[in-house]
């Protein structure tokens, strides 16, 4: 049992908040890969965070701001208070310098653009300074949207389930897949998940389709690579 608690105790203890569900918890499919994190607990908002925090004191709180009002700077500050050596790190759509002033006065320890690198999140997960984060596996350099599409991809949903989870066109799901696929070096869904997971994951694996059948949502980008 001591061997058991001090590997949980090595690794980044983190707690996901806010966002939609699926989207929260492909994220943290995509973060558990990392081999010094681990999450520890998933909510959907700040209240049901704020009992988790202070109970189970956690290294990271990685905190989806969908409202930009006093709201929301008061809850990080709730965050900071039960738990003061929690990094909280805001992720959100406002560029606002104002708000985001807010949010670092209230105690974040960082605010993240959506449009932010899986690098940058996971460095500031682990607490490295910014211009030193980094990520050594095949996710680095993927901006976090496309880092969400591919944990979909994972979990073999097609072009047009992914659209309406995000509520994106088909096109920019394909336009973000294309990105990745070229960051990764791979020219197939089956081989960009292949590079990522070593295989697509075990709770949803699709039914192989007929011979010359394109599964539904799937198509070639400009470079014949499949989408």
């Known amino acids: 049992m ?47 965070a704020l ?21 929301t700077v008061r809850t990080v500050m709730r965050m900071r208070d ?22 670092t006065r209230a105690g974040a320890y960082r605010c ?3 449009e932010t690198t899986y690098s940058v999140l996971v460095g500031a997960l682990r607490g490295e300074a910014q211009e030193s984060a980094s990520v050594s596996g095949p996710l680095a ?13 994972a979990q073999a949903l097609s072009n047009r389930q992914i659209s309406r989870k995000l509520a994106i066109t088909e096109d920019t799901v394909k ?9 990764l070096g791979a020219r197939s869904r089956l081989e960009a998940v292949q590079r990522l997971y070593g295989g697509l994951t075990q709770s949803s694996r699709p039914t192989v389709p007929h011979a010359g059948r394109t599964p539904v949502g799937a198509g070639s980008g400009p470079d014949g690579v499949r989408c």
């Open 2 to 48: 001591d061997s058991v608690d001090s590997w949980v105790n090595a690794k980044i203890r983190f707690i996901a908040v806010g966002g939609h569900a699926l989207l929260r918890g492909a994220l943290c499919t995509l973060l558990a890969h990392e081999e010094d994190l681990v999450v520890i607990g998933q909510v959907p908002d700040g209240e049901a």
């Open 112 to 114: 993240l653009t959506k």
């Open 82 to 103: 039960s738990s003061p050596s929690t990094r909280l790190i805001a992720m959100t759509r406002c560029a606002e310098p104002s708000f985001l002033r807010a949010l």
């Open 51 to 71: 009992e988790l925090v202070g109970r189970s004191r956690p290294d990271a709180v990685l905190l989806d701001v969908e409202r930009t009002g006093p709201e």
């Open 141 to 153: 350099g993927l901006t976090q949207r496309e880092a969400e599409i591919m944990g979909f991809v």
């Open 175 to 183: 336009r973000h897949l294309h990105n990745a696929f070229k960051k």
